[in-house]
């Protein structure tokens, strides 16, 4: 699977999308700072740089940071500090022991710098992927989570036990799954491939 990956970047095909291509830009950084602006005390990562040294540091650290993001961009490859994460535990409370590291969810606190720096160019990854997402899907899809599929599953319910446009009442199935470390048993390839496929390339697909 590792020589199909090195097979798609260098295909001609790769560098398609100006999308994936463009570093971040000062439009994009403002609208991030904006919004982070507005939850200031977050938790910050192992380098302790916190959101309200960032948003309020004034003209020289929003463009010594846009700096850093177009050099990250175009050198395709992120610093090795970004990638190291404080480890903090909460706990999930009700009933569960307090003794059990089961009962804890733990949370990764990665430097606020890499997360603004993700935020610039999210908007354009959703734009590119966003309409391969199926509509049954609510993980992922801005307005779509939990809430709405319960709501389409009542919706399902009452039109069986009624009958729907004067039907006769039919079955309704559902199956409720948790999986358990999901995002640790991510096929890391095939989501790359899957990338590729809708269109996410480039810079972009080689910075993800």
Known sequence: MEDGLTALQQAPQFQASPLCNTPPSANELHAVL???AKRLHKSPGKDGVTKWMICWGGPDVVSSLLHLYNRVWDEGS???QWNEAEISYLYKGGTKSKSEITSYRPISL???????FTRCWLPRLLSLTTDAIGKEQGCGRKGQGHLEHLWALMELIEDSCEGQDGQVQKDVYALFADVSKAYDQVWRSGLYSLLYVYGVRGKMWQII
């Open 34 to 36: 904006k919004v982070a």
């Open 78 to 80: 992120l610093p090795t």
């Open 110 to 116: 990665i430097p606020i710098i890499a997360k603004l």
